[in-house]
């Protein structure tokens, strides 16, 4: 018996072999958990399919762009026909245009600001909405995040402000899904060579840094994320509701 036996998982945000999203859907797999993953249009679907694969049959491949309700009622109707319920929900999904995490967060345009909230953050209060009528034996949301919401990263700029608007999110969702013994939490992931970092120009240099002045003098794993996901997900966090989970070698903690 494991960890997640028996339990239903539904992951957003594989892009590839490196994305957060799949180093924590192969953790909740190994514990035991059966998973239906979304993708972000067809230039994704080839990659999640060849991922999803890996786990054999028992998977359910799905289109969803969070920013259509459309797409997200499909998913859980879908969820709904194979499943019957669900347990599990993982949020590992951001977008800002390129050019709003170049320049100075002060140049953000209106345009800009609205596509990173309504990708980064509002999908999550969608997502939730539309998961928690199949949580019927509770459940556990969780959602990535980055040390960007609450101090100046420099050039992170209006993700960071969606991300602090994700993690109050989850604090707001943790509150009204909590007497459905829904639980929200995000994973504040230290920098990690993934898709969605490379090409961040300087990104390097910011694993080098964490590597100099993190406690644990390294970079995370994913397989570390993916052990979190695992915790956060099963009854060891049963308690665990509305926070943000710092895996980030304990730089956060410090003060220079
Ligand atoms: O949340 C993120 C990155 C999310 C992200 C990345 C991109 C790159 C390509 C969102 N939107 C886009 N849009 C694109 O066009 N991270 C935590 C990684 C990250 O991104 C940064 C960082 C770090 C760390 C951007 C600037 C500074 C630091």
């Not at 059966?34 to 694969?53: C, I, M, P, S, W």
């Not at 998961?131 to 995040?145: D, E």
């Not at 990263?153 to 509150?175: D, F, I, Q, W």
Request: with cysteine; aromatic share 8%; glycine share 8%.
């Amino acid at each position: 018996m494991s960890l997640l036996t028996d339990k239903i998982g539904v992951v957003f945000g594989v892009a590839n072999k490196r994305s957060i999203a799949w180093a924590i859907a192969q953790a909740w797999h190994k514990a035991g958990a059966r998973l239906a993953f979304t993708y972000q249009g067809e230039r994704l679907k080839d990659n999640v399919e060849e991922l999803a694969g890996t786990f054999g049959q028992d998977t359910l491949l799905l289109p969803c762009d969070v920013t259509k309700d459309e797409d997200i009622q499909k998913v859980f109707e879908q969820i709904a026909a194979k499943y019957g319920r669900l347990d599990l929900l993982l949020h590992s999904v951001a977008f800002a245009p390129k050019d709003a995490l170049e320049g100075e967060f002060v140049n953000t345009s209106r345009e800009a600001f609205r596509v990173s909230h309504d990708v980064s953050a509002y999908s999550l209060v969608a997502l939730s909405r539309a998961a928690a009528p199949l949580m019927t034996s509770g459940g556990s949301i969780v959602a990535m995040s980055y040390y960007g919401a609450e101090k100046v990263v420099p050039h992170y700029n209006v993700m960071g402000v969606a991300k602090a608007s994700l993690e109050a999110s989850t604090r707001y969702l943790a509150y009204d899904l909590g007497p459905k013994k829904i639980r929200v939490n995000c994973i504040s992931a230290g920098p990690m060579n993934t898709l969605a970092a490379r090409g961040i120009a300087g990104f390097l240099d910011m694993m080098k840094h964490y590597e100099a002045h993190s406690p644990l003098k390294r970079n995370v794993v994913p397989d570390e994320l993916g052990a979190t996901g695992v915790f956060l997900a099963s009854d060891g966090a049963a308690a665990i509701t509305g926070q943000v989970l710092y895996v980030d070698c304990g730089y956060q903690i410090m003060g220079m």
